[in-house]
């Protein structure tokens, strides 16, 4: 499995911008996709975003769609979320998997494909 290790989590005000990381260390090439989750309180955990480790493409569920974006660095095996107007229902914890599972569609991927999930971070957004 890899381990996986998150940073950039914050407390924030509404509008704000947040920038997440995840360094991925282990057997990166035995991986085909990395995503982001979220979980506030009472709530189901949720994807955010997932990206394709080889060709890059990615994945945005519609509450994400034209405010975050997913990207990689294969150089440093690290995935980036760049969250950009926050706001106070994007509260949660964040957290990144990586998937051994190969799909065609990106957007294809369930929770239970992944297999190595790093040990999430704290995003609060409030005035």
């Known amino acids: 499995q890899l381990q996986l290790v998150e940073s950039g989590g914050d407390l924030v005000q509404p509008g704000g911008s947040l920038r997440l990381s995840c360094v991925a260390s282990g057997p990166t090439s035995e991986y085909y996709a990395i995503a982001w989750f979220r979980q506030a309180p009472g709530q189901e955990r949720e994807e955010v975003s997932c990206i394709n480790f080889r060709d890059s493409s990615t994945y945005y569920p519609y509450f994400a769609k034209g405010r975050f974006t997913i990207y990689r660095d294969n150089a440093q095996n690290t995935v980036y979320l760049q969250m950009n107007d926050l706001k106070p229902e994007d509260t949660a914890v964040y957290s990144c998997?990586?998937?051994?599972?190969?799909?065609?569609?990106?957007?294809?991927?369930?929770?239970?494909?992944?297999?190595?999930w790093g040990q999430g971070i704290q995003v609060t957004v409030s005035s």
């Open positions: 998997a990586a998937s051994r599972r190969f799909k065609q569609n990106v957007g294809g991927y369930r929770q239970s494909d992944f297999d190595s």
